[in-house]
């Protein structure tokens, strides 16, 4: 599965976004798909994901801000980004996986595949 995250850039506090994550070697409807960031120095954090019928879980800190989504036509996956805050600053990947137990675990290590990342600036 090759992964291809866009829509990172430059905001200010408040402003929306929406990340994209191509997917290519596999329908989306068979995978769990995920978003993580990272900031240098700090562990990949996990932020939200769906699941191949459209399950979707979030971390807490963003759950009323951010919404994934997919669409399986173009087998890509979005992550919506609303109110951003300063702390939301990070590269922000998105990740496949296979595994079943994937969804409502935040361990990285449950995803096979990884994109490239892109970055999220939040200025305040």
């Known amino acids: 599965v090759q992964l291809q995250a866009s829509g990172g850039g430059l905001l200010q506090a408040g402003g929306s976004l929406r990340l994209s994550c191509a997917a290519a070697?596999?329908?989306?409807?068979?995978?769990?798909m995920g978003w993580f960031r990272q900031t240098p120095g700090k562990e990949r954090e996990f932020v939200a994901a769906?699941?191949?019928?459209?399950?979707?879980t979030y971390a807490n800190s963003v759950r009323d801000r951010f919404t994934i989504s997919k669409d399986n036509t173009k087998n890509t996956v979005y992550l919506q980004v609303n109110s951003l805050k300063p702390e939301d600053t990070a590269v922000y990947y998105c990740a496949a996986s296979t595994r079943g137990d994937a969804l409502y675990d935040t361990d990285p290590i449950r995803y096979n595949y990884w994109g490239q990342g892109t970055l999220v600036t939040v200025s305040s």
């Open positions: 070697g596999r329908t989306l409807s068979n995978l769990i």
């Open positions: 769906i699941s191949g019928s459209g399950v979707r």
